[in-house]
């Protein structure tokens, strides 16, 4: 698929940066679903008592499935790279391209990196204070679901410069469905108030159909990317031997609107 | 009289930042040695009230000073548009993880701060801070470790006659992520090599990310540009 060898091949970064995008979303589905069962996520109306029950059967699942989280998860970096990268392939303002960065860099820490750290500290010490164990279930619970802007704006970012783009990087139904991803940020705010019913973190609509949305959305983009990738134009010649020495901000631009 | 660059102010703050650096790391009194996971939680209430001051003041430093490292990195970054590259897509990805590798100590030294605000509290709740902390700064490496992959990565790729940097510093760069990874499974085990003060979580871990800055300090020195000229003009 990447096609030619390595010296030859000017889309090799592109390709590069697909197949780890590939790798974190395959490792990051394997963690949360099935090493670390976090997902489907706990029940929000657990007593404490339950919480350590709950801790004590996803014991190892959590601290190994994390473990792997915290080793890997910089790797998450690929996909907001190439995002980024395809917005500056549009008709718009590099403003776009790097408020997308920016907000998706930022989101990894109470994302992702605060309910690998809660759910480890919680499974550590198995024998701890069941209400402290339950602090830090909704901590990682609801840090997790409950980080909503930065998806939200993030979200709204990227259909914006897609449905303005001419150069038809992303067809305009790709915007719209970025629309529905940043709905489910919306409609996930109502679990920072409820503990049961289709509203709560594990709720119908506040968890299953946020993962259905989510789940699309993300096969999508990537197929999206691939496609992008494989439209990329750089001619078959060889890499440039030397690269400009010092770029100053003209030159810069220069550089990428020549990619 | 040749003018300084901004370049040259950064990467010269550098080791002043350093000294501060040392500085909070000798300051803090849970690293020589490092604190025991299995302390309990009466003998980890008694450490923050003995030590109260100590903590407040090197976690104060850490906390002005560990973000630091960005500006460090961003010149790294502009190294990279040197490189034979056809995208910025590389580039694109070390700024993805820059912020967010200090972002994460920077959360410990809040933990730890936390830890030593109120030491009369219920010693559960202290420890619950100092885990936090621990496991925040030992197991929040994923930023790190990005960040080495993806410079190594730059550097293979970067094939023409005069490379930006040289292809040991790839290598380089490929060993430091190997001896970040056993610091993410240091919740695994209260105990050995792994636990959080062991060998491979606290030392291995800690004296790769201080090698790490001296090595690409100076490989970085000697890339960046020594005169004003071909910087463009000045925006």
């Known amino acids: 698929m990447t096609g030619g060898d390595g010296r030859s091949d000017p889309k090799r970064e592109l390709w590069l940066a697909w197949y780890a995008t590939v790798a974190f979303y395959s490792l990051y589905a ?230 | 009289m040749r003018r300084i660059t901004g370049e040259q102010v950064i990467f010269w703050a550098l080791p002043l930042v350093a000294v501060m650096w040392l500085a909070a790391f000798l300051l803090f009194p849970g690293f020589l040695p490092p604190m025991s996971p299995k302390w309990s939680a009466a003998r980890v209430a008694a450490f923050y009230r003995d030590h109260t001051s100590r903590v407040r003041y090197s976690m104060v430093l850490f906390n002005w000073f560990c973000v630091a490292l960005i500006p460090v990195l961003m010149l790294i970054v502009e190294r990279m548009r040197g490189m034979a590259h056809r995208t910025p897509v590389l580039r694109y990805c070390v700024i993805g993880v820059a912020g967010a590798a200090p972002i994460a100590f920077l959360t410990s030294t809040i933990f730890w701060l936390l830890a030593a605000f109120r030491p009369d509290r219920a010693p559960s709740l202290t420890q619950l801070y100092n885990d936090l902390a621990w496991i925040t700064f030992t197991c929040g490496i994923p930023f790190l470790v990005a960040i080495c992959v993806f410079l190594a990565v730059s550097i293979y790729l970067d094939q023409q006659d005069r490379p930006v940097f040289g292809r040991w510093v790839a290598h380089f760069n490929v060993l430091i992520a190997v001896a970040l990874v056993p610091a993410g499974f240091a919740g695994l085990t209260l105990s050995g090599a792994f636990a959080w003060n062991g060998l491979l979580s606290f030392w291995v871990k800690n004296v790769a990310i201080a090698v790490w800055i001296l090595v690409m300090a100076v490989v970085l020195g000697r890339a960046l540009p020594r005169h004003h000229e071909g910087l463009g003009t000045p925006a």
């Open chain 1, 30 to 259: 394997v963690v949360f679903f099935v090493v670390t069962r976090t997902q489907p996520p706990g029940k929000p109306w657990y007593g404490p008592v339950e919480v350590a029950a709950w801790f004590s059967g996803h014991h190892r699942g959590l601290l190994v499935g994390f473990a792997l989280i915290f080793v890997l998860g910089g790797l998450s970096a690929t996909s907001i790279a190439l995002i980024t990268y395809s917005i500056r392939r549009m008709s718009v303002s590099r403003a776009f391209a790097y408020s997308y960065l920016i907000l998706y860099a930022i989101a990894a820490v109470p994302g992702f990196l605060f309910i690998c750290v809660a759910m480890t500290v919680g499974a550590m010490r198995p024998g701890r204070d069941p209400a402290v164990l339950r602090w830090l279930y909704d901590l990682g619970f609801l840090s997790f679901s409950g980080t909503m802007g930065v998806f939200l704006v993030g979200s709204l970012i990227w259909m914006t410069a897609i449905l303005l783009d001419q150069n038809r990087v992303f067809p305009k139904w790709f915007g719209y469905m970025n629309l529905c991803n940043a709905l489910t940020e919306v409609v996930v705010a109502p679990s920072w108030i409820f503990h049961g019913g289709a509203l709560a973190w594990n709720g119908t609509i506040a968890w299953w159909i946020n993962v259905v949305v989510f789940g699309l959305y993300t096969g999508v983009f990537i197929t999206l990317l691939r496609r992008m990738i494989l439209r990329e134009d750089f001619g078959r010649g060889p890499l440039p031997d030397l690269a400009p020495t010092m770029s100053g901000p003209g030159e810069a631009a220069a550089e990428v609107a020549a990619a």
